[in-house]
Structure formats: structure tokens, C-alpha cells
């Protein structure tokens, strides 16, 4: 690698280093709002509140790295621009596309940032941060379950606990179930204790009663009970009812499409391909990305006011790759063997930051955009 090249590849790394930080930094406080409001809302821990936080870090670094990448190249190229060191490198006979060599390097150094990311530690990530929402979701003492105040964990559903003990013993627990339009039950129990079950914890109750009332004829039984075991499943909603998200699925399970990949998941293999295939195709764009950037650019030259038409043009090309992504990936949607049209956008900016360069290197054309 030339000086210049690591002179160029430097700059390209410090400011995209810059540019990331403060992109992931917006978009993990958004997503931290959202979480404190739910995980101390339901009676989290700050603890459980930095863990999730940091869970989802690395989805947020994945998302933002493209785009780090496009400005950190756009931002560079101006200045260089404007301090005349690419017009003194143009002179000493580099052609746009010997300049374009280190943008290149640096798009593939995120590109590997990216692959590494995709498919190793968000799917990994998301696996944890699964196995802890589905723990805390089955966790309803720490959700709705406060001594001495009636609470409504569902609608027409109420419940009252005189005391939880340190071991987590429910004394006198009552429950009034109103949700059935033909009977209202009301279950009384001396002691209560809660079990983990398959899809929501279990309400196990001992010396206890249930009265009955329906509605139309007003009459009651009751039934009398040494323990007595209710499930849950009706008043704390499970998210994802024992499936494993896509995103939480290793790439090669992904691509393989596998029966039990579709079990464990519900998801169709057109699906499980589009996921796995976008995050093989997903990093390419990091190399188009800041190429883009840079093509476009060097489309102008030295002006006072600066480039902004060529800034213009690049963001919009960049906003033209990600709808052309957007649509790729619908369409993979709809049919299983329609997976090679997410490489599509990728490849696509490539080629139109090459057709850039090759635009740039014209003279005469060149002259009428300066």
C-alpha cells in the first residue's frame, strides 16, 4: 500500500470511526427510551435495563455502518477537494481510479466489520437477548405482582396479595376471573406459589376455594381444594410462544432451509432465505456505499460555494440503492427462488460508482459539471 493510499485510507477510518460512534449513539438512545419504559415499567432492575441495552448494540452498529461509511467518504473527498491535495495527486498523472483505490480498501474493511457483525454476533446477540425477554416474560412477580393492592393483570381479571415472602410465597391470594360472558369464578387460597410452565407460568394455590356464579340462572358452587394448579397462560401474554426469531438463527440454518428450521422458526423458506441471502448481501453495500460517494464527488471540482450539487447527487443515488434494496427484499419475500435479487442494490451501487469514475475521467464533460 502507497503513502498515499494509507494517508487516504487513515482519514477515511478516523472520521468513519467519528460518524459511527455518533450514529449508534442516536439510535441506542432511542431504543434505550423504549426499553426503560418497558423494563422499569414492569419492576426491572437498572441491571436488566444496561443488559438489554447493551444486547442490542450490536444491531444498532450493524444498521449504522453503511451509512458511517457513505459520510465519512463524502466528508473526506470534499475537504480533500477543497485543500487541493486529490487536484495535486490528479497532477502527478493518478487517474480517478488509482485515487479511488483506498476508498475501496476502506469499503471492504467495513464490509468484513459488517459480515463479522451479520452473522456472528448479532445472530448471537439476538439468541441471548431472546432467552432473557421469554425468562423476564414468565417472571409476572417481578411484572405485576405487588402486596396489598389490587391489581388487573388482563381485562376483567383481578387480583389482590396480602403478602409475598422473601422465598416468594403468595399469602392469601385472591382471584376474580369475570372474562367468561356466561360465569364470573373467584379462587381464594391461604398460599400461593408460582411454577414455570411450557408457554406462561402456573399458579399453584393450596387450601383454597373456587366459587362459581353464572350469570343467567345466578347460581353458585363451590369447591373447596387441598392445592389446586391454574395456568396463566390467559393473563400474561409469552412473546413468540417457544419460537426462535429469524434473526436469532444461524446463517448456515438459514440457508439450508432445513424442515426444522421452519418448525423452530414458523417461517416459510422463502423466508428463511431472504434472511439468510440479506446477510450475506447486506455488507456489500459498505463497499457501494462509500464509492458513491467519492464517484460523485469527483464529478466536480475546486469551487468556492463547494459540491454541493455532487453531494446532492450522491445522497441521492444512496437513497435510490436502499429503495432498490428495499424492493429486493419484498420480492424475495414472495418466492423461494427469488433470493438472487438481493444481491441486486449491492452489486448495483458498484456499478454506478464505477460508471462514476468512468463519468469523471470524460474532460470535456467533467468541465461542464465543474
Do not use: C
Not at 188 to 197: T, W
Not at 258 to 278: F, I, P, R
Amino acid at each position: 500500500m502507497s503513502r498515499f493510499d494509507r494517508y487516504l485510507l487513515s482519514q477515511l477510518l478516523a472520521l468513519f470511526g467519528f460518524f459511527a460512534l455518533v450514529l449508534v449513539a442516536v439510535y441506542w438512545v432511542n431504543r434505550a427510551v423504549g426499553l426503560f419504559d418497558q423494563l422499569i415499567g414492569d419492576g426491572q432492575s437498572a441491571l436488566v435495563f444496561l443488559e438489554f441495552s447493551i444486547l442490542t448494540l450490536p444491531n444498532a452498529i450493524r444498521l449504522v455502518l453503511p451509512v458511517a461509511a457513505f459520510a465519512s467518504a463524502v466528508y473526506v473527498t470534499n475537504r480533500l477537494m477543497q485543500e487541493s491535495e486529490l487536484v495535486v495527486m490528479q497532477a502527478t498523472g493518478f487517474s480517478f481510479f488509482r485515487l479511488a483505490r483506498p476508498v475501496l480498501y476502506f469499503g471492504l474493511t467495513v464490509m468484513i466489520m459488517q459480515l463479522v457483525l451479520t452473522n456472528i454476533l448479532v445472530p448471537a446477540s439476538q439468541r441471548i437477548l431472546s432467552e432473557r425477554s421469554a425468562e423476564i416474560s414468565q417472571n409476572v412477580t417481578s411484572r405485576f405482582l405487588n402486596a396489598g393492592q389490587f391489581m388487573h393483570p388482563a381485562e376483567g381479571v383481578t387480583l389482590y396479595i396480602r403478602e409475598i415472602t422473601p422465598t416468594g410465597e403468595l399469602l392469601d391470594l385472591f382471584l376474580s376471573d369475570e372474562r367468561s360472558p356466561t360465569e364470573r369464578a373467584i379462587h381464594s387460597a391461604r398460599k400461593a406459589f408460582l411454577v414455570r410452565g411450557e408457554v406462561a407460568p402456573k399458579l399453584v394455590m393450596v387450601d383454597g376455594s373456587t366459587q362459581t356464579l353464572t350469570r343467567d340462572g345466578a347460581r353458585m358452587s363451590v369447591t373447596r381444594f387441598a392445592d389446586f394448579t391454574l395456568d396463566l397462560a390467559g393473563l400474561v401474554s409469552v412473546e413468540g410462544g417457544g419460537q426462535i426469531a429469524l434473526n436469532a438463527l444461524p446463517t448456515r440454518a438459514l440457508l439450508e432451509a432445513s424442515d426444522a428450521a421452519q418448525v423452530v422458526t414458523g417461517a416459510t423458506v422463502a423466508q428463511l432465505l431472504e434472511e439468510g441471502h440479506g446477510r450475506l448481501a447486506a455488507p456489500i453495500l459498505a463497499v457501494a456505499a462509500p464509492l458513491i460517494g467519492f464517484a460523485a464527488l469527483m464529478l466536480g471540482s475546486f469551487s468556492r460555494f463547494g459540491l454541493w450539487r455532487q453531494m446532492a447527487l450522491a445522497v441521492g443515488l444512496l437513497i435510490g440503492v436502499q429503495l432498490v434494496w428495499t424492493w429486493s427484499g419484498s420480492v424475495a419475500l414472495t418466492s423461494a427462488s427469488a433470493w438472487p435479487v438481493l444481491y441486486l442494490a449491492p452489486f448495483a451501487g458498484i456499478l454506478v460508482g464505477v460508471a462514476l469514475l468512468w463519468h469523471a475521467q470524460q474532460p470535456r464533460r467533467r468541465r461542464g459539471l465543474a
